[in-house]
């Protein structure tokens, strides 16, 4: 089995920043993809930001200049540094999994979100 786990998140006011972190643990062989995602009450939810093993980064043009995804492969972790909040990144956040567990199986993980909140 995989485990997702999110961290991070909380209150903040408008111009904050918060950083959320993402591990996930069990029977990983490797990682190819982590990314993070948000869902606002009656919204999809929306990619926010991705980045592969070898480092290669994806944003949502709406937090471009203002998130930072990073990722600590030995620990299998992923952060979201936020800066500059607005109050429509208020979401839960969800970190997201891709890879490759024991005995071959791929893996497509959720964890289960936390919530970022930004008044104004």
């Known amino acids: 089995q995989v485990q997702v786990v999110e961290s991070g998140g909380g209150l903040v006011q408008a111009g904050g920043s918060l950083r959320l972190s993402c591990a996930a643990s069990?029977?990983?062989?490797?990682?190819?993809?982590m990314g993070w995602y948000r869902q606002a009450p009656g919204k999809q939810r929306d990619l926010v930001a991705t980045i592969t093993s070898g480092g290669n980064t994806n944003y949502a043009d709406s937090v471009k200049g203002r998130f930072t995804i990073s990722r600590d492969n030995a620990k299998n972790t992923v952060y979201l540094q936020m800066n500059s909040l607005k109050p429509e990144d208020t979401a839960v956040y969800y970190c997201?999994?891709?890879?490759?567990?024991?005995?071959?199986?791929?893996?497509?993980?959720w964890g289960q979100g936390t919530q970022v909140t930004v008044s104004s």
């Open positions: 069990g029977s990983i062989v490797s990682i190819n993809a």
């Open positions: 997201n999994a891709i890879g490759r567990r024991i005995y071959g199986y791929e893996f497509n993980k």
